[in-house]
């Protein structure tokens, strides 16, 4: 896809912000939380082959790809970086099913962890965070610059979709050539927001399912201080870690709800509207400018989206909803 861009710093709004999904989930597993639950448990398939790649950071850590290349691949074909979610790394089951997808229809994959994440366990001194889009920056520039003939593009998932989002704001015009295209599933734009709905009694399984995660690899940060939402993890870690005053502090320069306005790279946006803790609105409400197109869907959950797709991708809807949009 190749960048659009208007002479103006702030392309118009579109008039038809938001495009409805044609998306039908099996009958019996249109709940939300079915379809959230599946995307986490689903099989994922073997992964593709791929190497490891460090990338080192301008702060003196580091992190790792893994970064998987097609035999027919040539340098004029496309690179695609996955960003993957909280919690999540290289072998989460979306990051390996779709990086074996990019594979076989010829695309070079990067699943990119964030930092201490994955591959990369171990190599850096800081954790990573919601707005984080340096290190992702980074990793963009030394593939690019490597392979400059290669268009390359983003798919981040949940929170590695903010990420690509605020990543792809701060890029504008001035490094147009870098990106050419990205898409953020089910991202939360509003990171204040979805840590409250998080904290919600309702929401009390995912929560404890993401905080079990985050404790994981978060031990040496955390210094064995208790945390039981996303805002006290905040906190505790990543407001001082990084220098914010406090975790509002943090959400307000991380989220980006407030920065669509400045995307110039070709963008697409997918939402559904029963996603359990991601407030849709947030996003569909937001203006944009006419790079970004949203997508929404009736139903879906958080990342799911499991229906019938076709005989390629059967139930994995998704998949075949961001195959079509790269290769359009």
Known sequence: MAAQHNSNDTPPINDNPLINVDFNPFPGLSSPHIQTILACFAPAGSPPPSCPRIIPLQ????????????PSWTPQNRTVILIHGLGGCHSASYMV????????????????????CGSGRGLAKLPYHGGLTDDVHCAMKIIKDEIPTSPLS?????????????LASELGESQSDLLDSMIAVCPPVNLAETAEIMAKPMNHLYNRYYMHHLAQFTKEWTQGKLFSTIYEFDNIVTAPRWGFESPAAYYKDSSSYDKLTKIKTPCHILLAADDPFINYRS???????????VWVSAY?????????????????WLDKFLLDKLEA
């Open 283 to 293: 996003c569909a409400d937001s203006e944009r400018s006419s790079a970004v197109k």
């Open 59 to 70: 702060d003196g850590d580091a992190l790792c790809c893994e970064i998987s290349t097609p």
């Open 97 to 116: 099913r779709f990086s074996r997808k990019l594979y076989q229809q010829g695309f070079r994959a990067v699943r990119f962890n964030m930092r201490s």
């Open 300 to 316: 879906g959950g958080h990342m799911g989206f499991f229906g019938w797709a076709d005989k390629d991708h059967r139930y994995y």
């Open 154 to 166: 983003i798919v981040g998932y949940s929170l590695g979709g903010n990420i690509a989002l605020k």
